[in-house]
């Protein structure tokens, strides 16, 4: 997996289906405004970009 910029499979439907499986296991984004939820979700891409880097045998 590269860049999130560049690379084709890293989409918002892949963040979405995430946030998906997170919630369906009972975990909530925090109250507080869709500011909160959006600095959340941001810090769970960045999250999610080095997780599919490490499934994927990179390392730095």
Same mark, same amino acid.
């Given at each position: 997996? +590269?860049?999130?910029?560049?690379? !084709?499979?890293?989409?918002? !439907? !892949?963040?979405? $289906? *995430?946030?998906? =499986? ?6 909530? !984004?925090?109250? +507080?405004?869709?500011? =909160?939820?959006? %600095? *959340?979700?941001?810090? =769970? $891409?960045?999250?999610?970009?080095? %997780?599919?880097?490490?499934? $994927? +045998?990179?390392?730095?």
């Amino acid at each position: 997996m +590269g860049n999130s910029t560049t690379d !084709l499979r890293f989409t918002p !439907l !892949l963040a979405a $289906e *995430v946030q998906a =499986v997170l919630e369906k296991h009972g975990y909530r !984004l925090p109250a +507080g405004g869709d500011h =909160v939820q959006a %600095l *959340v979700l941001a810090r =769970v $891409e960045g999250a999610l970009q080095n %997780l599919a880097a490490i499934f $994927e +045998g990179r390392t730095w």
